[in-house]
């Protein structure tokens, strides 16, 4: 298999705290990758660091092939990274069509010069808004959503950047177990189709459910990197995180 990305050595710092202490972790093209560990412990600084909204100190990071480390946050989205936010960020004067065209112009438009016409992008906010179950919902606004309503659009405007790696942070805080199901049959979905998925998740169910591998952070440090079972099973694992 083809490393999609590669985070090799990197470390972060906050002023003189380690946010992130020399973290390498590869994911192979197609992979479905758990990533957990307690509260403060890295995680989305991790994402920030990939995905360019942090800027690490050390190490490196390759997506699809090639250094990202000199660009910034858009220009990776552009060649297919792309991240939900733990709090969902839409916009909250645009309605939810409107929500997705925004990506749609600034990344998928950007990148290939397709969907030339109002109407293709309609047809591809529709897609979208589909695939999450908001269809009924195009012309509402982000404050008429329910929570999980909230995650689904979150995840779409991800999705509207057509990426190659999803990384859905923490998409599912605060939902009913249904819900739960809702989101993470969605995120198979999309794997199924192609995208590799890095879930960020508390909830152990969901996580052991989805993934293939799972990566393990304490204190900015990785202390696992194995098959789900042999994670939960890893003494200093259950002693950090697990047995809390
Ligand atoms: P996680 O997502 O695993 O809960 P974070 O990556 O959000 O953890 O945070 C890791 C640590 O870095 C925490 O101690 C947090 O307080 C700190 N931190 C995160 N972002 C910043 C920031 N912008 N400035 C200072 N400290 C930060
Ligand atoms: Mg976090």
Redesign the pocket.
């Known amino acids: 298999m083809t490393a999609l990305l590669q985070v090799q050595d990197l470390s972060k710092r906050?002023?003189g705290?380690v946010?992130?202490d020399g973290i390498s972790v590869s994911v192979e093209k197609g992979e479905r990758l758990g990533l957990i560990?307690?509260?403060?412990?890295?995680?989305?600084?991790?994402?920030?660091c990939i995905c360019g909204t942090?800027q690490n100190e050390t190490g490196s990071v390759h997506f699809d092939g090639r250094p990202v480390d000199g660009l910034i946050a858009h220009e990776r989205t552009r060649l297919g990274l792309a991240r939900s936010f733990?709090l969902p960020r839409p916009f909250p004067s645009l309605n939810l069509a409107d929500n997705l065209r925004i990506p749609l112009l600034y990344t998928v438009q950007a990148r290939s010069g397709l969907l030339r016409s109002a109407g293709d992008l309609d047809n591809r906010c529709r897609d979208l808004l589909k695939m999450v179950g908001l269809d009924a919902k195009a012309t509402r606004f982000p404050r008429d959503l329910t929570q999980v309503e909230m995650r689904k659009l979150e995840l779409a405007r991800a999705m509207a950047a057509e990426p190659k790696l999803l990384i859905a942070?923490?998409a599912m805080a605060g939902l009913s177990h249904s819900e739960i199901e809702d989101i993470l049959a969605l995120l198979v979905r999309l794997n199924e189709q192609g995208i590799t998925v890095i879930l960020?998740e508390h909830i152990m169910r969901a996580v052991m459910s989805f993934s293939q591998r799972i990566v393990v952070?304490v204190s900015?440090r990785k202390i696992a990197d194995d098959k789900p079972d042999a994670v939960v099973n890893n003494p200093e694992v259950v002693g950090a995180y697990l047995g809390q």
Do not use: R, W
Not at 37 to 48: A, F, I
């Open positions: 906050f002023g705290f946010a992130l560990g307690p509260n403060g412990s890295g995680k989305s600084t991790l994402v920030n942090l733990q942070d923490e960020i952070l900015g």
